[in-house]
């Protein structure tokens, strides 16, 4: 049974650091791209990050880039997203997503077909 | 970047209806557009894939569809575990863009 299992959410200071974790199994997890999403409090959904299986390919939205830092250790099955300079705004549940190509007669598109429960992150002072 | 228009925000209706909801990309994607769906709490899932595609599990009441650079996705036949709010999200390139999410609440 595919498990996404997300860690290390807490409260931080604006300016502070944190880092998030996200536990693997039931997959070959060095085979998936992954995905970081987060969710501000009574908001939508946001994109943040995502990383390639080998980690040879990465990609950041704007609102945290400079700042936020994906990495991966395939030995452990793990994602991670390190948070720097975190601000008021970054305040959100962030759930790591598995990603898939799903194929029909006209081509592949991209999924995120698992998703963890997701880790909550506060940033106050 | 590629922003999605979602809409409505916000959507009442009653066990049995049919309801549409759409999403506008600022430019072309092709078919890279999926639907989720997420209940309180809880992490997305995904419905509908390349734009009309269905999900393994999904019932048939969900559809897709494309025209252009409108997406929409139908439900039919309204069920009470239906209830929840929806957002597209585009694969075509980084960075990847959700909807800004549709409540679906009962009447």
């Known amino acids: 049974e595919v498990q996404l299992v997300e860690s290390g959410g807490a409260l931080a200071l604006p300016g502070g650091s944190l880092r998030l974790s996200c536990e693997a199994s039931g997959f070959n997890f060095d085979s998936y791209e992954m995905n970081w999403v987060r969710q501000a409090p009574g908001k939508g959904l946001e994109w943040i990050s995502y990383?390639?299986?080998?980690?040879?390919?990465?990609q950041y939205a704007d609102s945290v880039k400079g700042r936020f830092t994906i990495s991966r250790d395939n030995a452990k099955n793990s994602l991670y997203l390190q948070m720097s300079s975190l601000r008021v705004e970054d305040t959100a549940v962030y759930y790591c997503?598995?990603?898939?190509?799903?194929?029909?007669?006209?081509?592949?598109?991209?999924?995120?077909?698992?998703w963890g429960l997701g880790t909550l992150v506060t940033v106050s002072s | 970047a590629i922003q999605m228009t979602q809409s409505p925000s916000s959507l009442s209706a009653s066990v049995g209806d049919t309801v549409t909801i759409t999403c506008r990309a600022s430019q072309g994607i092709s078919n890279h557009l999926g639907w989720y769906q997420q209940k309180l709490g809880k992490a997305p899932k995904l419905l509908i894939y390349a734009a009309s595609s269905l999900a393994d599990g999904v019932p048939s009441r969900f559809s897709g569809s494309r025209s252009g650079t409108d997406f929409t996705l139908t439900i039919r036949r309204l069920q009470p575990e239906d209830f929840a709010t929806y957002y597209c999200?585009?694969?075509?390139?980084?960075?990847?863009?959700f909807g800004q999410g549709t409540k679906l609440e009962i009447k």
């Open positions: 999200l585009q694969d075509y390139t980084y960075p990847r863009s």
């Open positions: 997503a598995r990603e898939v190509d799903f194929c029909t007669s006209i081509g592949c598109t991209k999924v995120f077909d698992y």
């Open positions: 990383m390639t299986g080998a980690g040879g390919a990465i």
